[in-house]
């Protein structure tokens, strides 16, 4: 596991699940050498690349792949005022694409992730776990001890209630890292050398009421389900914060999986992550999200939705508002970031004029 | 993983770790032949069996094992009419165990319970399994996607709150079985030749407000910190229900663990579970427990302790207070069930006369 799979182990034959129905969304900012190694994986998908930084630059992606690319100019075009709502010089842009995707679920990867080995040395299909995640059901209200019933050789143990045997709609799915692992900069410094190399044969459901630290590094979605809540917020430049976009997204979108009964699950797959980000940059991005988030999220473990927030738009519209009035105290950004969230659920309304989607199904 | 390892693969040298503050709780009605393949791991620490059933026949036990044995005639001696509280012909008989030690921490297991291979073929030690998850923090403000940060190789992933990474005392530790898994008996009558192959490499903090069904086959705790919370209640002989002895012990003690702060732990160390019991004989002591859980659970999970039950005898008699408030229109069983509860606590305080333990610490 110390070393990412090579461009042969990753070439097994492919069956590609949900290929009409799945877009993968790459934020970068140079030329798309990775995805050579998850061509066996990825070339059967459409992928949305939005291009951060100058947009004058050209993004080189190999051959035989089918894409669409956004820079700035292009977002700004779409978009016009309202793109104001999009960080620049941040992953965060990469929600960008959620908007302007019309698929029914989204799988989204850095452009430092490799493909991974499991134990026995098999290349790991990330997107294919990711699927078998957001297409079997979630169990948030009640703790199986033996993981995610739905596996295969799975189940529920004695004491499970069978009235919750069902479980609920599957909103996300959270992949994991092997080799650099996703630490804050202060981890980073204190253990530089640290790196993942156990692999934990599990999918689990964060049960309802839990938050999680989400990670935008491997992460799926299904949009028709959960789509408007996932905004990175405001991060980068020209901003008092960088590297808290995903941690933003998976605190709302969490409060509104628990308040609309969907389902979050973590664990596998693990993708291969090259290479740490650099520690002291890191460390300017985050200081401020390190101690705001000492405060933040008992806000959002405190959250309560109204009984008539019933779609994803009107969740997302009530928490800006929350934002606004607890969280501006914080810090003036908050008051920006509530005003963003809104500017957000406008835009996406816009680009998705089909209407607001009711608890997941559709209007 | 499909066979339990042998003595010679569990021969390995020991460390026996806390050996004067734990000791080992077996409930049995037959000779403990099981024992011999556990000795490397056992034998260092005190047992304390628990003969249920015909108090005439003899419990042979393998020589060499420092251990001390009750009867039925031993618990009514020890306890007179308090006796009525301890189950008879059911496992939940072993909280009687639980009683009469005078460790600070309690490991039990069942007989039919062998040493199981970790994936690498090398016998597991579940007992120091357990005590390294009791003598490490546990989290259960906040979930840690890399699970565990108190195991060696895990650390707290960016977004994890630095004010929460001291963690909580951690009250029990909840291992899990491979071969035969524990099903109830509508699984096993549909599945009976499902086996549990998969070793899930994990150890982690089932979060605060979440309950889970807790089994008693492979389970260590802190008695200092939860002990009175550990009854396994009215079950077996003379009792419309069986099999709901550990279920009831893992409500009570998880809604007192965060009640006051204290962690549980579910995972690793796995067991081999060698026979799976009669289901037939299992559907006739479940069924009721089947339904009734359909409504115990949920008042379990909303169950609230006044502030002022500051130590787990004060959450345990206000607990059963509310059992007899709300369960007892479930079934009349419920009223029998509160007042045990309630004999439980003076039998408890009557053999364990240092007085009540706030928040863990001795008073």
């Given amino acids: 596991m110390a070393e990412p799979a090579t461009a042969t182990q990753a ?7 949900l290929k009409d129905e799945l877009d993968i969304v790459i934020p970068t900012i140079r030329n798309l050498d990775f995805l050579e190694m998850w061509r066996p994986f990825f070339q059967p998908y459409h992928l949305i690349i939005v291009q951060d930084g100058d947009p004058s630059k050209t993004i080189k992606v190999p051959e035989g792949f089918d894409y669409e690319l956004y820079n700035r100019n292009d977002i700004n075009r779409i ?3 309202k793109a104001s709502c999009i960080s620049f010089k941040d992953s965060a842009c990469r929600c960008f694409g959620y908007m302007v995707s019309k698929k029914k679920y989204i799988f989204t990867i850095d452009d430092d992730c ?21 297409l079997s059901p979630s169990t948030p209200f009640f703790f199986n001890t033996l993981y995610d019933p739905f596996r295969e050789g799975a189940n529920f143990v004695r004491g499970y209630p069978f009235s919750l045997r069902e479980g609920v709609p599957t909103a996300a799915s959270h992949g994991l890292w092997l080799n650099i692992p996703d630490y804050d900069a202060p981890t980073q410094l204190v253990k530089p050398l640290e ?7 599990v999918v689990l459901t964060i049960p309802k009421g839990t938050l999680f630290p989400m990670c935008g590094m491997n992460l799926a979605f299904n949009r028709e389900l959960i789509g408007p809540a996932m905004y990175f917020g405001l991060m980068g430049d020209g901003q008092p914060i960088g590297r808290y976009d995903d941690m933003w997204a998976g605190w709302c979108t969490k409060v509104i999986c628990d308040h609309l009964g969907l389902g979050v699950k973590t664990g596998l797959p ?10 002291f940059v890191n460390l300017r991005k985050e200081y401020k999200g390190i101690y705001w988030q000492e405060e933040i999220i008992p806000f959002f473990q405190q959250a ?10 009107k969740c997302y519209i009530e928490l800006a508002k929350q934002v ?3 969280l501006s105290k914080v810090d003036p950004y908050f008051d920006n970031q509530a005003d963003a969230m809104v500017t957000w659920i406008e835009a996406w309304d816009e680009l998705n004029p089909t209407g607001p989607v009711p608890n997941g199904k559709a209007a």
């Fill in 11 to 17: 070439a097994a034959p492919v069956v590609a699940l």
């Fill in 79 to 81: 978009l016009g005022p």
């Fill in 114 to 134: 490799f493909v991974a080995k499991d134990p026995s040395g098999k290349a790991i299909n990330a997107l294919e776990q990711h699927i078998k995640n957001l």
């Fill in 195 to 201: 790196r993942n190399t156990r692999y934990v044969d």
């Fill in 270 to 279: 693990y993708i291969f992550h090259s290479k740490a980000s650099n520690p």
């Fill in 304 to 313: 309560v939705l109204p009984k008539d927030c019933t779609t994803v738009q």
């Fill in 324 to 326: 606004k009035e607890k």
